[in-house]
């Protein structure tokens, strides 16, 4: 009988301690999508320093926003980092294509949410991102068994609402972690 297959899509991955790959450091990831084929996520506590909605409108030449705040960009991994993506509650679909991935959670990646966004009638809640992060055919397992990343159940309200600095921490106290328990050397039993 052949093994399950770990399926991670909807979850979140929490950098452990000492993974070694600075751009990963201290992240949370949110998993869009994990099969045989390999894994895509987004990193929702990493703010793109200086990069605005308003800013990506401006490159798009499309209008700057009118209503609503100004929401930041997120880095959401070193992949294609020049695309954008926005992650977002499951109470919008974009007329031309939004993945829903699980409650609570959907994504789109074409321009009219962008428009939508800036003129108030966006989801309730979002987070922009440019780029994202990937793994290959069993890669992330990998580098799960090697403990360089925990899983865990995706409240909502974290990925949303919660500061990009608490996100971490928060997310290991959601499976019982300590966070200053954590040692940056990995071992096994």
Known sequence: MADQALDLTGKLLVAMPGMGDPRFDHSVIYIVSHSDEGAMGLIVNKPAPGVSLADVLDQLDSAPPTDGPLHGVHFGGPVETGRGFVLH??????????????????????LDILEDIAQGNGPDKTL????????????????????GWLTCDVPVNLVFDLPDAKKWAAALDSIGIDPLGLSAVAGHA
Not at 92 to 98: E, L, P
Not at 130 to 143: A, C, F, R, T, V
């Open 128 to 147: 922009l991102m440019l780029g994202y992060s990937g793994w290959g055919p069993g890669q992330l397992e990998g580098e799960i068994a090697q403990n």
């Open 89 to 110: 509650s499951d109470d919008y679909s974009s007329a031309i294509h939004t993945l829903a991935i699980a409650p609570g959670f959907a994504l789109t990646a074409t």
